[in-house]
């Protein structure tokens, strides 16, 4: 379209013409029809040019890219703008000084998977308009989030937003990378950088400090004293040395970079660093320092937002001015803000402390330290805050330094409550050990007392009392044991809807009418191997637990007409594990039991507590503390995993709990192994000669009698030494050898070994109350047979026969063949 000065012009000069055409011919008629020929004219001309449209030198001028460049120019965020072709139209500083003049994206300098995802980014982008990435990690190891968006009057350009992602807890040290991007991006605000150690001598510097310290941006700092880079005038204004009195004064500003891991190092506990910050005040001598310290702060606050580390600043009577993502991130504070003091945020104990710090460093010689405090969102673990005074900055007078540790807290939480568990199954599993050998000798010794009495004696109901406790308390330690891990499990391969099946009838009877039981299983679950037995205590354990939390919340959840009790089954892939982000959870496949309940939820400080034996919220008297924790025992025992969370509504609040138990899919055969034909004693009548060998008094004898009633020799010996020297005797020509495993001195594999040095072939038969797995997979002794304690008179007679009708076959076939 002609510009409109042109229109104009033309349109001026038709009425003047019309006025001479007027005045010559004296004929107003003749003038209008010439205004209007004239008219229509000028019209033609602008409707053609708006039918041709824009020419080459058109109205839409070609960008300005310049102009463009300076719009985006963004601290903290690299930004670069490609076209079709993907080809570099323009970039600012902060993507230059990142990834170089020369990497235009997607091809940008990462490994192939990284460069895989930003290529899939921008046909994303492209096809859809706008795509993202969350984290790529690029080839110097820094994580970038990625957002390409397509723009331009024919969409023929990507906008590429970059941001760098700051690094949390112990890595926020080495984010802060003074000698690349970040540095620089410092740099061109007028800060320069340096971390030293306590003593002052100097870590790392920015190319930056160096070009003003030494006159090289390269050289090499590092050993030596930060102090005699700088020098100070009569009215104590820091400047660098190199530049004398003709430099600009800088502000000084000691942040202690607040490292538990830093902290306690081979040089010892006080080998603290700290970033040094000289901010430019970008004035002489003789100007005043108002404007230095106006500029010194928003220079300061600028970079604050971008630091790794949390910061925040007050005034000096101790309030706060600007606190930083990272901050509010530590101490909780995400999207609610600040509160007016610094004390606001820990604990009543602690308040007084942090109050003294903060004025005294915010009042006094500007000094730098760190006090440990608790916070209001984690009173139990303490933390360091760093504090220091800073001056000519305006208002601000006190630093506030506090690292996110919160990924630190949580694995050391994790770390100590694994830590805690082991202990304490290592624990149990000793005391149950000990105890079944207790337990042995009282069954076998009320056995023994009621082959001596008949149904309607005066002890006999006494006795069965006595039997029946001790069975009671041998189920005990069994929960011990599969708590701790080394119970005895007979796995097989299973399908887990085949288990639910089989025990969801005594589920239903134990729920009653008033809880709904649902069960939903998922297609194509792969097979999983446990024992059936044990698993199906698992789910009951976790079904009875759910009963007793609606009930104990005082029957159903509100809102749901009854209580419920869902089970469900699903099948989870590897790729799936992996966008769990699970720490615990190796990737593999899944094959996963999901137990859920409407009782209202797990209390949080309840949660770190769940799976401990002995715990439990029930009254005294009406619960053990061993469910969960034996079903934890079984499940980790199975190579599985059980975690437990609440399930929460529309609102956040918990309305019932959630158990997930993860079963490896098995791959493969199961390890065929011979089975042992159970008979009674009766059915063995050649007799036999055993060699029993058992460390305690009471479980020797019980064994020796029994075996003594079923028919055989029995030769006792009281440790593995004996035992050894009665094989060695060669008086007696023993069947078997029966002995225990854990024996003071020589113990019972040590022992065996020696026997089947002499003879090979001789059947063994173990005795102990730790898991049978547990023992073949550290004993590794061929051939060896297994009974658990504590055990009956008939139970192990009738094994002593068991194992010498399988040696008497094998010598048969072996003779035969």
């Given at each position: 379209?002609?510009?409109?000065?042109?229109?104009?012009?033309?349109?001026?000069?038709?009425?003047?013409?019309?006025?001479?055409?007027?005045?010559a011919t004296g004929s107003g008629i003749v003038a209008l029809a010439f205004v209007l020929a004239a008219g229509v004219l000028?019209?033609?001309?602008?409707?053609?040019?708006?039918?041709?449209?824009?020419?080459?030198?058109?109205?839409?001028?070609?960008?300005?890219?310049?102009?463009?460049?300076?719009?985006?120019?963004?601290?903290?965020?690299?930004?670069?703008?490609?076209?079709?072709?993907?080809?570099?139209?323009?970039?600012?500083?902060?993507?230059?000084?990142?990834?170089?003049?020369?990497?235009?994206?997607?091809?940008?300098?990462?490994?192939?998977?990284?460069?895989?995802?930003?290529?899939?980014?921008?046909?994303?982008?492209?096809?859809?308009?706008?795509?993202?990435?969350?984290?790529?990690?690029?080839?110097?190891?820094?994580?970038?989030?990625?957002?390409?968006?397509?723009?331009?009057?024919?969409?023929?350009?990507?906008?590429?937003?970059?941001?760098?992602?700051?690094?949390?807890?112990?890595?926020?040290?080495?984010?802060?990378?003074?000698?690349?991007?970040?540095?620089?991006?410092?740099?061109?605000?007028?800060i320069e950088s340096a971390i030293t150690t306590a003593d002052g001598v100097i870590r790392a510097v920015s190319a930056g400090?160096?070009?003003?310290?030494?006159?090289?941006?390269?050289?090499?700092?590092?050993?030596?004293?930060?102090?005699?880079?700088?020098?100070?005038?009569?009215?104590?204004?820091?400047?660098?040395?190199?530049?004398?009195?003709?430099?600009?004064?800088?502000?000084?500003?000691?942040?202690?970079?607040?490292?538990?891991?830093?902290?306690?190092?081979?040089?010892?506990?006080?080998?603290?660093?700290?970033?040094?910050?000289?901010?430019?005040?970008?004035?002489?001598?003789?100007?005043?320092?108002?404007?230095?310290?106006?500029?010194?702060?928003?220079?300061?606050?600028?970079?604050?937002?971008?630091?790794?580390?949390?910061?925040?600043?007050?005034?000096?009577?101790?309030?706060?001015?600007?606190?930083?993502?990272?901050?509010?991130?530590?101490?909780?504070?995400?999207?609610?803000?600040?509160?007016?003091?610094?004390?606001?945020?820990?604990?009543?104990?602690?308040?007084?402390?942090?109050?003294?710090?903060?004025?005294?460093?915010?009042?006094?010689?500007?000094?730098?330290?760190?006090?440990?405090?608790?916070?209001?969102?984690?009173?139990?673990?303490?933390?360091?805050?760093?504090?220091?005074?800073?001056?000519?900055?305006?208002?601000?007078?006190?630093?506030?330094?506090?690292?996110?540790?919160?990924?630190?807290?949580?694995?050391?939480?994790?770390?100590?409550?694994?830590?805690?568990?082991?202990?304490?199954?290592?624990?149990?599993?000793?005391?149950?050990?000990?105890?079944?050998?207790?337990?042995?000798?009282?069954?076998?010794?009320?056995?023994?007392?009621?082959?001596?009495?008949?149904?309607?004696?005066?002890?006999?109901?006494?006795?069965?009392?006595?039997?029946?406790?001790?069975?009671?308390?041998?189920?005990?330690?069994?929960?011990?044991?599969?708590?701790?891990?080394?119970?005895?499990?007979?796995?097989?391969?299973?399908?887990?809807?085949?288990?639910?099946?089989?025990?969801?009838?005594?589920?239903?009877?134990?729920?009653?009418?008033?809880?709904?039981?649902?069960?939903?299983?998922?297609?194509?679950?792969?097979?999983?191997?446990?024992?059936?037995?044990?698993?199906?205590?698992?789910?009951?354990?976790?079904?009875?637990?759910?009963?007793?939390?609606?009930?104990?919340?005082?029957?159903?959840?509100?809102?749901?007409?009854?209580?419920?009790?869902?089970?469900?089954?699903?099948?989870?892939?590897?790729?799936?594990?992996?966008?769990?982000?699970?720490?615990?959870?190796?990737?593999?496949?899944?094959?996963?039991?999901?137990?859920?309940?409407?009782?209202?939820?797990?209390?949080?400080?309840?949660?770190?507590?769940?799976?401990?034996?002995?715990?439990?919220?029930?009254?005294?008297?009406?619960?053990?503390?061993?469910?969960?924790?034996?079903?934890?025992?079984?499940?980790?025992?199975?190579?599985?995993?059980?975690?437990?969370?609440?399930?929460?509504?529309?609102?956040?609040?918990?309305?019932?709990?959630?158990?997930?138990?993860?079963?490896?899919?098995?791959?493969?055969?199961?390890?065929?192994?011979?089975?042992?034909?159970?008979?009674?004693?009766?059915?063995?009548?050649?007799?036999?000669?055993?060699?029993?060998?058992?460390?305690?008094?009471?479980?020797?004898?019980?064994?020796?009698?029994?075996?003594?009633?079923?028919?055989?020799?029995?030769?006792?010996?009281?440790?593995?030494?004996?035992?050894?020297?009665?094989?060695?005797?060669?008086?007696?020509?023993?069947?078997?050898?029966?002995?225990?495993?854990?024996?003071?001195?020589?113990?019972?594999?040590?022992?065996?070994?020696?026997?089947?040095?002499?003879?090979?072939?001789?059947?063994?038969?173990?005795?102990?109350?730790?898991?049978?797995?547990?023992?073949?997979?550290?004993?590794?002794?061929?051939?060896?047979?297994?009974?658990?304690?504590?055990?009956?008179?008939?139970?192990?007679?009738?094994?002593?026969?068991?194992?010498?009708?399988?040696?008497?076959?094998?010598?048969?076939?072996?003779?035969?063949?």
């Open positions: 379209m002609p510009p409109a000065s042109l229109l104009a012009g033309l349109g001026g000069g038709v009425v003047a013409s019309a006025a001479v055409l007027w005045f000028l019209g033609g001309v602008v409707l053609l040019d708006r039918v041709r449209g824009p020419s080459e030198e058109g109205s839409l001028a070609a960008p300005d890219w310049s102009v463009t460049v300076a719009a985006i120019e963004r601290a903290g965020e690299a930004i670069a703008i490609t076209d079709r072709a993907n080809r570099m139209v323009c970039a600012n500083l902060f993507f230059l000084d990142s990834f170089g003049a020369n990497a235009a994206p997607p091809a940008l300098p990462m490994e192939r998977a990284g460069l895989e995802a930003v290529t899939l980014l921008a046909r994303n982008a492209w096809r859809d308009g706008s795509a993202a990435l969350e984290e790529v990690e690029a080839s110097d190891e820094t994580r970038w989030q990625i957002i390409a968006t397509r723009a331009g009057r024919g969409d023929d350009h990507l906008i590429w937003r970059l941001k760098p992602l700051a690094r949390s807890g112990g890595e926020s040290l080495q984010a802060l990378d003074l000698a690349g991007p970040f540095g620089r991006m410092l740099s061109r605000a007028g400090f160096a070009e003003r310290a030494a006159g090289d941006e390269r050289a090499s700092l590092v050993g030596q004293d930060f102090v005699s880079f700088l020098r100070s005038d009569e009215r104590d204004r820091i400047f660098f040395a190199r530049e004398g009195r003709g430099g600009t004064p800088q502000t000084l500003v000691d942040v202690p970079l607040v490292n538990p891991e830093e902290r306690v190092t081979a040089a010892g506990p006080d080998e603290a660093t700290s970033l040094m910050l000289l901010i430019d005040s970008g004035v002489g001598i003789g100007s005043g320092w108002d404007g230095a310290s106006q500029a010194g702060v928003a220079q300061l606050d600028a970079l604050l937002a971008q630091l790794p580390l949390g910061l925040a600043m007050t005034d000096r009577d101790g309030r706060f001015l600007f606190a930083n993502e990272a901050f509010l991130r530590s101490v909780g504070r995400e999207g609610r803000g600040l509160p007016a003091f610094p004390t606001d945020l820990v604990t009543r104990e602690d308040k007084a402390a942090l109050s003294d710090a903060v004025r005294r460093h915010g009042r006094g010689p500007a000094t730098s330290g760190d006090v440990a405090v608790r916070l209001t969102n984690s009173p139990e673990e303490p933390v360091s805050l760093g504090l220091a005074g800073v001056r000519g900055l305006g208002e601000a007078a006190v630093l506030l330094s506090l690292a996110d540790t919160s990924q630190e807290n949580q694995l050391r939480r994790q770390v100590a409550q694994a830590t805690k568990m082991q202990a304490v199954g290592q624990l149990a599993g000793g005391v149950a050990h000990d105890f079944n050998n207790v337990l042995t000798a009282i069954i076998g010794t009320c056995d023994l007392m009621l082959l001596r009495h008949i149904p309607g004696d005066s002890d006999y109901d006494d006795i069965q009392q006595i039997r029946a406790n001790s069975n009671r308390a041998a189920s005990l330690t069994r929960q011990l044991l599969a708590f701790s891990r080394q119970q005895t499990l007979r796995p097989e391969i299973i399908q887990l809807p085949d288990v639910v099946s089989e025990v969801s009838p005594l589920i239903k009877r134990l729920l009653g009418e008033k809880i709904a039981y649902y069960v939903q299983h998922d297609r194509n679950l792969g097979p999983v191997r446990a024992d059936p037995q044990q698993l199906e205590q698992v789910i009951m354990n976790l079904a009875v637990n759910a009963r007793d939390a609606i009930q104990g919340n005082g029957g159903p959840a509100r809102g749901n007409g009854q209580g419920r009790i869902s089970l469900f089954t699903r099948s989870l892939q590897a790729k799936q594990v992996m966008q769990l982000g699970s720490e615990v959870l190796p990737a593999a496949d899944y094959t996963v039991l999901i137990v859920q309940d409407t009782g209202g939820g797990i209390p949080p400080h309840v949660l770190p507590k769940l799976f401990e034996p002995f715990f439990t919220t029930k009254e005294q008297g009406k619960g053990t503390g061993l469910g969960l924790s034996t079903a934890y025992g079984i499940v980790k025992q199975s190579g599985g995993f059980i975690f437990a969370d609440n399930i929460t509504d529309k609102g956040g609040h918990p309305v019932g709990a959630r158990f997930t138990v993860y079963f490896p899919v098995h791959r493969g055969e199961v390890p065929k192994r011979r089975p042992v034909q159970e008979i009674v004693s009766s059915d063995w009548s050649a007799g036999g000669k055993v060699l029993l060998v058992e460390d305690e008094d009471m479980v020797r004898t019980v064994a020796e009698r029994a075996l003594t009633r079923a028919g055989y020799e029995v030769t006792p010996c009281a440790n593995g030494e004996e035992g050894l020297a009665a094989i060695l005797e060669g008086t007696t020509a023993f069947d078997v050898v029966v002995s225990d495993v854990v024996m003071p001195g020589m113990d019972g594999p040590a022992m065996v070994r020696a026997i089947r040095a002499r003879l090979p072939n001789i059947p063994v038969l173990f005795m102990s109350g730790y898991a049978e797995e547990q023992l073949r997979r550290d004993i590794d002794i061929p051939d060896m047979h297994f009974i658990a304690k504590p055990f009956s008179v008939a139970s192990i007679g009738d094994k002593v026969g068991a194992v010498l009708r399988e040696a008497r076959a094998e010598q048969g076939a072996g003779a035969g063949s």
